[in-house]
């Protein structure tokens, strides 16, 4: 059997996956670009294969259709906004994820962007770099009150973690009515920072709900690019509404946008779960989805 890989860092720094697949017979056929597969590339690079450990290329209905082999797809991630759903069930097409593997990770990059933020710690270095000593003033998170946007595993971490350094909690979830303790429209009036943890790709933060921003707001985004409005962001940095933006991920990657005309906004290129171990962690429990799903087909 055959299995195509579309994540284009699969087995960079662990052959575990790799090897347990070898070890089942399954001949594994890597990403050949180095970057996310456009339709008609991961089209191509399906010819043949029984399965995908997928990344975040399109597979949609007309992909399955021109991959007839396809029997399973274990997604090396949490979301799965990039896989039609109701296609693959059609073409009776099995469909893992690994939840729990990149929690720990994207919790560690929350924290890490916002005490980078908070701390000033990007500015300072370039002063260093510079030859300027200056001792900027900044802000700790013991006090914050802080809008987690999506409560799932990765927004509880993300809860949880806060919480240990005494920062205020609020939480919007619209799936979620219990865990909520406010409404999206209550908790961007009072944050000092918004943290978007949601699935999905609809628009939270719109222009008219980015207006609703406290001034002087933090917003961080480590969930998808397509959750904010980036025109109406664009112009909250640029006027100081906003303090800061962190965004890991973007609607269109790589990122050549505006945002990056924005002091203001730290941006990192969609490597949240790129630690040795929380790659192993996914990469593997996506093999192991994988075999157990090609067993029972």
Not at 74 to 88: E, Q, S, T
Not at 149 to 158: C, P
Request: charged content about 25%; proline content about 3%.
């Amino acid at each position: 059997m055959r299995a195509a890989v579309g994540a284009s860092s699969f087995a960079a720094d662990s052959d575990k996956a790799m090897n347990l697949l070898a070890a089942h017979g399954i001949e594994v056929v890597k990403n050949p670009y180095g970057r996310k597969m456009n339709q008609e590339e991961i089209i191509e690079h399906l010819q043949g294969a029984d399965a995908l450990l997928a990344g975040l290329e399109p597979l949609n209905e007309e992909v399955f259709s021109k991959a007839p082999e396809l029997k399973a797809i274990a997604r090396i991630g949490i979301g799965m906004d990039n896989i039609d759903l109701k296609a693959a069930e059609k073409y009776g097409i099995k469909v893992s994820n690994t939840p729990e593997g990149p929690t720990n990770a994207v919790a560690e990059m929350v924290l890490a962007a916002l005490l980078a933020i908070g701390r000033q710690i990007v500015p300072a270095d370039r002063d260093m770099h510079e030859g300027i000593w200056k001792k900027r003033m900044g802000f700790s998170i013991a006090g914050l009150r802080i809008l987690i946007v999506g409560y799932g595993h990765i927004g509880r971490k993300v809860g949880e973690v806060l919480s240990s350094l005494h920062a205020e909690l609020l939480i919007y979830d619209k799936y979620n009515d219990k865990a909520s303790n406010c409404t999206l429209e209550e908790g961007l009036k009072i944050a000092d920072v918004v943290t978007l943890h949601a699935s999905g790709r609809d628009q939270i933060l719109t222009e008219e709900r980015l207006a609703l921003t406290r001034p002087g707001a933090v917003i961080l985004n480590s969930a998808r690019g397509e959750l904010v409005d980036e025109e109406a962001l664009y112009r909250a940095l640029k006027s100081g509404h906003l303090r800061a933006y962190w965004g890991d991920v973007f609607q269109k990657e790589p990122y050549h946008g505006k945002l990056a005309e924005c002091a203001n906004a730290l941006l990192t290129p969609h490597i949240s779960t790129y630690t040795v171990s929380c790659r192993e962690s996914m990469e593997l429990q996506a093999a192991i989805n994988l075999l157990e799903d090609l067993k029972n087909v």
